[in-house]
């Protein structure tokens, strides 16, 4: 997925061409034969809608849930300051774009996180649980953005107990981190070890020839992490 400056993404898809050219003029037809039948959408848009639908099982595409959230500073939240928000699974958007997508989405969620001052990085209060709740898997996946392990910057795929449940480590934000596959696997081999400080700030990772590398989640206001800001 390719995300656009104004709040719109484009969605490739690869695959075998005679599958893709079968799908491509299945939507064109159907959205041709609604033009015909009246519809005032244009043919792009009957496509996209229908194409959302289909995939989804939504009856309208605008039924989508959409979470979006209001990533601050202690300003910020006390109206001192600007409003950098952060679109779930897409990246820092303008103040501008996320009033468009929470006035055209009848279901929006929003949700306020607030960074801390020193570092930037997220901080919230977080249940014990045995498994990561939604809303602590989502805390995580927010804060991380990309997978922990030094050196690796795949989507994360998994929510991870740095300190293992079972020997004890809490399902808290400060004992999780977000992961890729390939990461979650290779944590759990003979000779790897993964240890963590400053309430889960810091994630140290040593690898089986005793070498050590740091990981910290990234800032996520766009002002400390210049260049991510789609207006």
Not at 147 to 163: T, Y
Request: proline fraction near 8%.
């Amino acid at each position: 997925m390719f995300p656009d400056t104004d709040g719109v993404a484009i969605l490739q898809v690869r695959g075998p061409a005679e599958q893709i050219l079968a799908t491509h003029t299945a939507l064109d037809d159907h959205a041709r034969a609604l033009r015909a039948a009246g519809d005032e959408r244009t043919v792009g848009q009957i496509m996209t809608q229908t194409l959302v639908e289909r995939v989804t099982g939504q009856r309208y595409a605008d039924d989508t849930r959409v979470e979006v959230h209001l990533v601050m500073d202690a300003p910020t939240m006390f109206g001192e300051g600007g409003e950098p928000v952060d679109l779930t699974g897409y990246g820092p958007i303008s103040p501008a774009v996320a009033d468009d997508i929470i006035a055209r989405a009848p279901n929006p969620s929003i949700r306020r996180l607030l960074v801390d001052p020193i570092d930037g990085t997220l901080v919230v209060r977080e249940p014990r649980r045995r498994h990561f709740d939604p809303a602590t898997a989502g805390h995580i996946r927010a804060r991380d953005r990309w997978c922990r392990q030094p050196g690796c910057d795949l989507k994360i795929r998994h929510s991870d107990h740095i300190h293992a449940n079972e020997f004890g480590g809490l399902s808290t934000k400060d004992n999780g981190q977000g992961l890729c596959i390939r990461s979650h696997t290779l944590k759990h081999l003979p000779g790897w070890s993964v240890t963590t400080k400053d309430k889960g700030k810091t994630v140290t990772w040593k690898t089986p020839t005793g070498h050590t590398y740091t990981s910290k989640p990234p800032p996520l206001l766009p002002q400390d992490n210049p260049g991510h800001l789609r207006q």
